[in-house]
């Protein structure tokens, strides 16, 4: 797992206050609106990277969320 990958893993496990893996849901692990602010926000400050919350419900699979954040900062550069 990339430092990213682990960064958003850890973000995600906080504010869900449950383990994640690859396959995991935002969702379906107990995620809603107020806890995916909390996600965005964190994920800005530790990694500079912004998502929003339309992206949260299209990508709520932690694989694919932690993908996009990874293409983020590959663009950044």
Request: glycine share 6%; no cysteine; charged share 25%.
């Amino acid at each position: 797992m990339s430092t990213t990958r682990e960064t958003v893993a850890q973000i995600w496990s906080d504010v869900l206050a449950t383990p994640v893996d690859e396959e995991s849901d935002f969702f379906l692990l107990g995620g809603h609106s107020l806890l995916a602010t909390q996600m965005v926000a964190r994920l800005e400050g530790a990694l500079g990277v912004r998502v929003s919350m339309r992206e949260v419900l299209d990508y709520a699979e932690f694989a694919e969320f932690a993908d996009l954040v990874e293409q983020r900062l590959a663009v950044a550069g």
